[in-house]
């Protein structure tokens, strides 16, 4: 089974509730892509097909996972024998309980899994359901854990992935230009603290209230930064990268080996 292997991150910015552009958009960036280089997996933003600051429309532009949406891109991603991960909002058979979700296709047409957004903020908690579960994802090349904008500030998160087998952690986001320092931060440290590969995938453009900042990049078990879109233009990057690495240097630091779980109760309280 490969390990090397070669990961797109799509800078985009997707137009406000116009999801029918936006989805041609991402279906032009996978073709793009694709005709130039063979990648295992392509990654795009939070909420790509519909933006940010829909407020009550998010229940009209919510989608069944499998539906259209995933069907179109499904078909890319068995035309370029890819992963395709993005952000997109569920509806479940309730039309009134809508997730902000992230979804994985695999090389074959069909879904992998899905997750939905644990950590919710702001208005955000008007409009969506809480997740309650983080799904480890089974890939050709390795277990996937996938993140949802607010929580990579948890590191809760990425630490139970990493204990349920995961190598690689993708963050789709939608992080503001005025925090990017937290942004940059935070994804350098999940990647240390659990010696792992972080993929960090945000958006770039401006809604009625935001401005998103970009700067996707990956970073690796050992800080080390693969590739780096340093502008807040729409744009991609690819980056090669060993996943059996993360295994060689968790032997070596033993960063899981020397964890005290009983001295760690506090973590699980209630504030």
Not at 126 to 137: H, I, Q
Request: charged share 25%.
């Amino acid at each position: 089974m490969p390990r090397e292997i070669a990961v797109a991150l799509v800078q985009m910015q997707p137009k406000l509730a116009e999801q029918q552009d936006n989805l041609n958009r991402m279906i032009e960036l996978v073709e793009e892509i694709g005709a130039k280089e063979k990648v295992d997996l392509i990654l795009f933003p939070e909420l790509c097909t519909t933006g940010y600051e829909c407020g009550v429309r998010f229940t009209e532009l919510a989608e069944t996972v499998p539906g259209p949406t995933i069907g179109l891109l499904a078909k890319r991603a068995a035309d370029f024998q890819t992963y395709i991960a993005l952000g997109m909002v569920e509806r479940k058979k309730v039309e009134s309980v809508i997730y902000d979700a992230a979804v994985l296709i695999g090389p074959d047409g069909e879904l992998v899994d899905k997750y939905h957004k644990v950590h919710l903020r702001g208005e955000e908690r008007l409009a969506f359901r809480n997740g309650f579960r983080y799904p480890v994802m089974q890939t050709e090349f390795g277990q996937v854990g996938l993140m949802i904008g607010w929580d990579l500030t948890f590191p809760e998160v990425a630490r139970s992935y990493a204990l349920m087998g995961a190598d690689l952690l993708c963050v789709l986001g939608n992080w503001e230009a005025e925090h990017m320092t937290e942004w940059h931060a935070y994804l350098t440290a999940r990647a240390f603290e659990n010696a792992i590969y972080v993929v960090g995938v945000n958006r770039v453009g401006s809604e009625p209230t935001y401005t998103f900042g970009g700067g996707s990049k990956v970073v690796g078990p050992t800080g080390q930064v693969y590739a780096e879109i340093q502008t807040a233009d729409e744009s991609y990057a690819v980056a090669h990268i060993d996943l059996d690495s993360v295994r060689e240097y968790r032997e070596e630091s033993q960063i899981f080996q020397c964890r005290q779980p009983q001295t760690y109760r506090e973590i699980v309280r209630m504030y």
